[in-house]
């Protein structure tokens, strides 16, 4: 099966030809939805995704991971200039930083916490009597020391702000996770369990601003030189509850968040796969992140989602890695595979 797209943008032939007409009275959100799992079965019946039965976890395949190996070493590419320091965590952060982030108060809905077993032989037998039984036996489970990730730099503000004041030229940090959002759906770009990589900056509010225009430009450059359709527009993060409302129209407001959207899904909405974030002086409330000169600093990040890059790529160049246009192949060091 050839997942092929002729034109930047171009309507893609569903995978499932032979299937039944659709309903004339599908609503939006139907025909959305039907394209995304169209999609979600390609991927698996190609082999790039290996379904684990639950949605928005999947295991990735070589070609797919060659591909995720070449947008890495693209973007560190791009970023070369900045004098970045690298930092790789684990797909996990300490419960108490999580905590002092401020994320619970913000995306409740989107948290993954680690729990365990720290019971005695009689709790563990009683865990297991309710296995047997087909009962509940989650909540015996403790809350360990740690979560999961939700954004890959999250776990470096602590980390700068024991460090002590920034230098005068502030700091750009390189980050890269796996990632957890409590959000299962049908749609393959929509995963609890995925890669961002980031570059985050660290100044004052300028040197914030210069950076994410910087990054703008680079990031639409990068959609180009992949030959994918993009556009760039406004956004604001899923605040979570009635409230919530209200701080997404301010970050909207302020604008604090950009995204580059690419079309994934021929009935859908485009997807975002790349975002531009300022942070104001946020995580400088919660740790004493400060400049050379005392104030409070200002942050930023620019995020590649890997995963979804990988899946617009698939949906605009096709299954067949052998079959992309050469820059693109050359460029994520595509030419053996
Ligand atoms: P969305 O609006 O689609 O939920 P987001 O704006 O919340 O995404 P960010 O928090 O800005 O996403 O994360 C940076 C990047 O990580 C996004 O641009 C996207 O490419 C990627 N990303 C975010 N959520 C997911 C997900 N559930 N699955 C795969 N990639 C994701
Ligand atoms: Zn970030």
């Given amino acids: 099966m050839d997942y092929q797209s002729g034109q930047h943008g171009g309507a893609v032939e569903p995978a499932d ?12 959100e139907e025909a959305a939805l039907a394209a995304q799992r169209r999609f979600r079965q390609a991927l698996i019946e ?18 797919f991971e060659a591909i995720a190996d070449g947008l890495n070493a693209a973007i560190g590419a791009l970023g070369a200039d900045q004098q970045a320091e690298v930092m790789r965590f684990p797909p996990a952060m300490a419960r108490q930083d999580f905590e002092a982030s401020e994320y619970l108060k913000s995306f409740p809905q989107l ?21 047997d039984a087909g009962e509940e036996w989650a909540d015996q489970q403790r809350p360990t020391r740690v979560v999961l990730t939700p954004a890959a730099c ?26 957890f959002r409590h959000e299962p759906s049908v749609d393959p770009a929509r995963m609890q369990l995925f890669r961002m990589r980031e570059y985050v900056r660290l100044g004052t509010a300028e040197q914030v601003a210069a950076f994410r225009a910087q990054w703008i430009e680079r990031g639409s450059a990068l959609a180009q030189q992949l030959a994918l359709p993009w ?88 299954f067949a890695l052998a079959r992309w246009p050469s820059p693109v192949r050359e460029l994520l060091g595509l030419r053996h595979v």
């Fill in 154 to 179: 999250y776990p470096i503000y602590p980390v700068m702000a024991a460090r002590g004041p920034l230098p005068p030229q502030g700091r750009v940090v390189d980050v890269l996770s796996y990632c």
């Fill in 46 to 63: 190609a082999g790039l995704l290996i379904p684990t039965g639950v949605d928005g976890l999947y295991g990735r395949s070589a070609d």
């Fill in 111 to 131: 948290a993954g916490t680690v729990h365990s077993f720290c019971g005695s032989d009689r709790d563990h037998h009683r865990l297991l009597a309710r296995l």
């Fill in 231 to 318: 556009q760039l527009d406004l956004a604001n993060d899923p605040f979570f509850g009635r409230g919530g409302k209200i701080v997404a129209d301010g970050q909207r407001e302020q604008k604090l968040k950009f995204e580059l959207l690419i079309p994934i899904h021929d009935d859908a909405p485009p997807t975002a796969c790349m975002s531009f974030n300022y942070h104001k002086d946020h995580f400088a409330e919660v740790w004493p992140l400060r400049t050379a000169d005392g104030a409070r600093a200002h942050t930023g990040c620019v995020g590649f989602g890997i995963d979804r890059l990988i899946l617009a790529l698939l949906r605009h160049h096709g």
């Fill in 17 to 28: 030809t032979a299937a039944p007409p659709q309903r004339l009275s599908r609503s939006p």
